[in-house]
């Protein structure tokens, strides 16, 4: 597909760019506070009611089979690092984040601002994309540990509410390995890594005015989605087999 | 054979009264009185932006006055609801200067939507009746293509299509032939005249002296929101206002 | 004191948006009553929304169900609770997982999708030329669609949950080596029945989530280009908001009622 040849395309370049160190560090900072910062609201609200729901789901389950819910905080803490807090704010990432490239760059290059760079010998890869994903990769770390901690709080409210969990309890990292952790952090920089590229590809592919940029924001979410719950898939696997 | 009422013995069909209205610092209509008489072919004139399309647009509900009243067939337009609004514009039906056709459609199917939702029939019987309409207008073979493979002419004509199949009384047209070949622009105006001729009440909003001479029984001329004339097409291109003048015999310098 | 300001016209603007996300709504199910929308139209919506993403939610939820198994692979090595992971597993899937992300993969696709269009038309006055030709948008481009996603996404949650099932046992069985035996009898054993039917109503619920946010944000557009982007962009922030939400209520609603 011809979007999949420009992603490739977008990430040697990009790689290219960063190696030669040709990076504006201005231009990150600014876009990891458009990405990071800005959407930290979004991420903490959303993780919070999937804090709630995760707590509440499990728990109600655990009763049915065990009412002893010792390991309830032991386990959520285990899980939301491994994965949830990961694969959420990735989608939550890819959602807020995805649309916004893709509709940034989509309505440069349908009103001809991407021709006009490339003619004033300005590479809209490094200009436009290596900042992005830079500071995505970044905010894909950070956003993920904030959603970690936001859904782990919100989730103890409801241990402790719902079913007498005291905090004491709940707040335990008896199950957490550094295997967990380093399967969060790299799920969390993998799909913060893989989102920009995904999403500027779109945003470059635009063409057709409000329509083409309405196309390419859509096929950007619907992508870079997929590409984000492919990668957890991934890397669960990987990590839990290989290692 | 019934003489049709001359021009002084019809009725107006669509009256505005002390309309005003501004978009924002912009005051497009500083206190308009028109009527429009039926079964005329009227004419609204003027320069690019004095609010030719803002009059019109009032007349079908698409805008709704700042200040003054408008009327179709004596009841008021501009404190309808959307259901009756839409009630209206099966009988008075306005015409975008932009073609606006739906291009997640074709050809065929932007006439064939109005059929089936106005007439009530299948998918197939809209279809065929709106093959019918289109070869009437020469645009039979353009059916199943996409509405951007057309000329802007031809979509045009289509959009013309379009609104023609609710059958109206009353047709608004804004602007058809600005952008349009010489050719394309005697077909249509060919067309307005034999609407005009089976009965269908008129309005054209054109700068198009030609088509006026040719087509027109009245003309209004809007300068600057304010009407500079109203009446029979002898007057407006005999008229002694300044303006008018002007504008008639295309001089630059001047009011317009 | 700029960010007090900046925190009221943010409330203002949270305000107005719900406000216009309930005008919607109410316009939505008005029109539904009598049903008298576009039923051609209808039947384009369900093909295109429904048949068309079959391919997505299959995918989406095959690989959801090996995640969920993967993830609970280290409790049934250190506790040899086969059954908890098929549990987990399968039941996660059918009232949590499920309509969850299938709600999110969907809204990508479908209600990014819906205020593209709308949007689009909007700037391009064929909304405007609608009206004009006596044709309510309300009952030809919207309620078809919302009536389309809404059936769509729970007819996809059931095919959804099958094919999670179905990777969760495939992952048991040839990942973890854990006989698929006895996956499918732990999951029988589970109340089954009581969470397709939690998660159905979630996805009824998601779905008309979806379609009134993204009319919403559609019809709303103003500015062209940049403003249909920006419309997109606002649609999938909310309803994934929303989606989340409201699955948080359903759920707890649920518990409650003693589901």
Redesign the interface.
């Known amino acids: 597909m011809k979007t999949l040849v420009l992603i490739v395309r977008l990430l040697s370049q990009s790689l290219w760019s960063i190696g030669r160190l040709r990076v504006n560090p201005s231009e990150v900072l600014r876009q990891y506070f458009e990405a990071g910062v800005r959407s930290i609201l979004?991420v903490s609200?959303?993780m919070a009611?999937?804090g709630?729901?995760g707590v509440?789901?499990t728990a109600?389950?655990m009763a049915k089979?065990l009412p002893e819910f010792s390991v309830l905080g032991a386990?959520v803490i285990?899980?939301g690092i491994?994965?949830l807090a990961p694969?959420m704010t990735g989608?939550?990432l890819s959602?807020?984040v995805g649309?916004?490239y893709?509709?940034?760059i989509?309505?440069m290059k349908?009103?001809d601002q991407i021709e006009a760079m490339k003619l004033s010998n300005v590479d809209p890869v490094e200009w436009l994309v290596v900042p992005r994903l830079l500071a995505s990769t970044g905010a894909g770390l950070s956003l993920g540990v904030v959603g970690a901690v936001v859904g782990i709080a919100t989730g103890m409210v409801v241990a402790y509410t719902g079913f007498s969990v005291l905090p004491d309890t709940y707040l335990s990292l008896r199950?957490v390995r550094m295997h967990d952790l380093t399967m969060g952090v790299t799920k969390c920089l993998a799909m913060g890594f893989a989102i920009p590229l995904v999403s500027c590809a779109c945003g470059f592919e635009a063409e057709g005015?409000?329509?083409?940029?309405?196309?390419?924001?859509?096929k950007a979410?619907?992508m870079s989605?997929?590409v984000v719950?492919?990668l957890?898939?991934f890397i669960?696997?990987f990590w839990?087999?290989v290692m | 054979m019934i003489q049709p009422p001359s021009r002084e013995e019809r009725n107006p069909i669509a009256r505005v009264v002390k309309l005003e209205k501004a978009f924002g610092e912009n005051r497009v209509l500083t206190g308009v009185d028109v009527s429009f008489c039926e079964g005329c072919c009227t004419f609204v004139a003027g320069p690019s932006g004095t609010g030719k399309s803002v009059l019109v647009r009032h007349l079908v509900g698409l805008i709704k006055p700042d200040v003054g009243e408008v009327y179709y067939r004596d009841k008021r337009v501009d404190t309808l609801n959307e259901a009756a609004l839409l009630k209206l514009r099966k009988r008075c039906t306005y015409v975008f200067q932009h073609p606006t056709l739906f291009?997640s459609m074709t050809v065929k199917e932007n006439v064939s939507v109005v059929l089936r939702h106005h007439y009530h029939l299948s998918k197939d019987q809209a279809d065929a009746r709106a093959l019918v309409q289109l070869e009437k207008m020469g645009l039979g073979d353009f059916g199943p293509q996409s509405p951007n493979q057309l000329s802007t002419g031809q979509q045009k004509m289509v959009s013309i299509a379009r609104a023609l199949a609710l059958e109206p009384e009353t047709l608004i047209l804004d602007e058809p032939t600005t952008g349009l070949d010489p050719y394309a622009a005697r077909q249509l105006d060919e067309l307005v005249g034999k609407l005009n001729q089976g009965g269908m009440t008129m309005l054209v909003i054109s700068h198009d002296l030609r088509s006026i001479r040719r087509l027109a029984d009245e003309v209004v001329f809007l300068l600057q929101g304010k009407v500079r004339y109203s009446g029979p097409t002898p007057g407006f291109f005999g008229s002694t206002d300044p303006a008018v003048r002007q504008f008639v015999r295309g001089e630059v310098d001047g009011e317009v | 004191m700029q960010w007090v300001s900046s925190i009221g016209k943010g409330t203002l603007d949270i305000t107005e948006l719900i406000g216009g996300l309930f005008l919607t709504l109410a316009r939505v199910l008005r029109s539904l009553v009598p049903p008298r929308f576009d039923t051609y139209e209808l039947r384009r919506q369900l093909y295109i929304i429904g048949v068309r993403s079959i391919p997505?939610v299959i995918?989406?939820a095959f690989?959801?169900g090996?995640?969920m198994v993967?993830?609970t692979?280290?409790?049934v090595h250190k506790t040899g609770a086969t059954g908890?992971a098929a549990?987990?597993g399968g039941?996660?899937v059918l009232?949590?997982i499920g309509p969850a992300?299938i709600g999110?993969?969907f809204s990508?696709?479908v209600g990014?999708?819906a205020?593209?269009?709308f949007?689009?038309m909007v700037?391009?006055e064929q909304v405007d030329a609608l009206k004009a030709l006596a044709i309510d948008p309300m009952r030809f481009l919207v309620v078809p669609r919302f009536v389309a996603i809404v059936v769509s996404l729970v007819l996809l949650t059931v095919i959804g949950d099958v094919f999670g099932i179905l990777g969760g046992m495939a992952?048991s069985h040839f990942?973890l080596h854990i006989d698929w035996q006895s996956f499918v009898n732990a999951l029988l054993e589970s109340e089954l029945l009581d969470e397709l039917l939690v998660g159905l109503i979630k996805a009824a619920t998601f779905g008309v989530v979806i379609s009134v946010v993204s009319t919403t944000y559609g019809f709303g557009v103003k500015g062209?280009?940049?403003?249909?982007?920006?419309a997109?962009?606002g649609c999938?922030?909310t309803t994934?908001?929303g989606i989340?939400?409201l699955?948080?209520v359903i759920?707890?609603l649920w518990?409650l009622w003693g589901g």
Do not use: K, P
């Not at chain 3, 062209?224 to 920006?230: D, E, L």
């Open positions: 979004f609200v959303t009611f999937i709630m729901l509440y789901q109600s389950q089979v386990g285990q899980m491994r994965e694969v989608l939550l959602i807020r649309t916004g893709a509709a940034e989509g309505t349908v009103t199950f005015g409000s329509e083409g940029v309405g196309r390419a924001t859509t979410v619907v989605s997929m719950i492919l957890d898939a669960s696997v839990e087999v | 291009d | 997505i995918l989406t690989v959801v090996i995640i993967v993830q692979a280290t409790y908890f549990a987990v039941v996660a009232s949590e992300l999110i993969m990508g696709r990014a999708n205020t593209a269009e949007g689009t700037v391009s992952t990942v062209g280009a940049r403003g249909v982007g920006r997109v962009n999938v922030v994934a908001l989340f939400m699955d948080y759920t707890y518990f």
